[in-house]
Every structure is written in structure tokens, then in C-alpha cells.
Nanobody
Framework: QVQLVESGGGLVQPGGSLRLSCAAS????????MYWYRQSPGKGRDWVAW????????NYVDSVKGRFTISRDNAKDTVYLQMNGLKPEDTAVYYC???????WGQGTQVTVSS
């Protein structure tokens, strides 16, 4: 059974940082690309970042380039999203996604507010 469990969200002031984690189980994590998505209130779920199975390539939506970094530890079956320079518009529920398994985590809330 595929399981993705996100953690690390919370309330942070503008300009602050958070690191999200997504622990995977039930599939061969090290051979799968992984994604982070986010969903703001009243909006659809949007892609944020992507990383290949080895971590050798990454890509980001333009709005987070230079501020967010996706990484992974295949020994721990975990993918991360380091978020720096957070802005109020980054407020959303963040989800990790395994496209090969079509599986989503439950999400973790990130709120950026003073």
C-alpha cells in the first residue's frame, strides 16, 4: 500500500523559512520522480517542484525559483522542500505526489502571515 506522509508545515512570518518532509512507503521510492504541489483556498492544486529519482535534476514553478529547494534522501525514502523567503502568497496546503503511483499525501498546511 502506497503511503505518503507530509510534515513540517506551520505558521511563519513573511521572510521566514520552513522545511517540509514527505516520508514514502509501499513502493520503490528510489526509482520514482517526486513532486510537490500546493493548493490555496478556493484554487486548484498547482505544481511547485519536481525532482528526478536520483535527485540529479530538479525544476520549479517560476514563482518559487531561487527561494525553494527540493531534495531527497533515498536511504530514508523521503523528499524535502526547503522554503526560504516565504511570502503570504505561499500560504497553502502542500502535498507530495508520486506520479508513477498516482498517489498523494494528506497535505501539510503552510501559513505565512505577520
Amino acid at each position: 500500500q502506497v503511503q505518503l506522509v507530509e510534515s513540517g508545515g506551520g505558521l511563519v512570518q513573511p521572510g521566514g523559512s520552513l522545511r517540509l518532509s514527505c516520508a514514502a512507503s509501499g513502493f520503490s521510492f528510489s526509482t520514482n520522480s517526486m513532486y510537490w504541489y500546493r493548493q490555496s483556498p478556493g484554487k486548484g492544486r498547482d505544481w511547485v517542484a519536481w525532482i528526478t529519482s536520483t535527485g540529479g535534476s530538479t525544476n520549479y514553478v517560476d514563482s518559487v525559483k531561487g527561494r525553494f529547494t527540493i531534495s531527497r534522501d533515498n536511504a530514508k525514502d523521503t523528499v524535502y522542500l526547503q522554503m526560504n523567503g516565504l511570502k503570504p502568497e505561499d500560504t497553502a496546503v502542500y502535498y507530495c505526489y508520486a506520479p508513477a503511483r498516482k498517489s498523494w499525501g494528506q497535505g501539510t498546511q503552510v501559513t505565512v502571515s505577520s
